[in-house]
């Protein structure tokens, strides 16, 4: 289990999706304010840092760091805080299809989306 733990924690071992940097950069281009809010359980950055990802973001939400985990409505206000915008403001996606997945979203007055 502690194998499985170590490679799961690994940061050399993930990767973002191919698409996220160029479409962070046209996001951000376009003047659209960009984060990421993770209930991911370890720093995560130099993932981002080592994909040219990291300097695109303008807020980066780690429930590890904030104490606050999703679906908690807190934690979103936690990242619409640090993106500088009203939760009314904040569109959240999510990386993964789930029902209900944007419940949590529309409780703390954001919109959300699941692909």
């Not at 924690?9 to 999706?17: G, I, R, V």
Request: glycine share 10%.
């Amino acid at each position: 289990m502690e194998a499985l733990y170590d490679c799961l924690t690994n940061n050399d071992a993930w990767l973002p999706y191919p698409e996220t940097l160029p479409v962070l950069e046209a996001l951000s281009a376009a003047g659209v304010r960009t984060g990421v809010l993770s209930n991911i359980g370890w720093d995560i950055r130099p993932v981002f840092k080592r994909a040219g990802v990291l300097d695109q973001l303008n807020a980066v939400v780690l429930s590890c760091e904030v104490g606050l985990a999703k679906p908690d409505p807190a934690v979103l206000g936690v990242a619409c805080e640090r993106l500088g915008l009203s939760a009314g403001r904040v569109l959240f996606g999510r990386a993964v299809r789930r029902l209900g997945a944007v419940a949590p979203q529309r409780s703390a007055g954001a919109t959300g989306r699941s692909p």
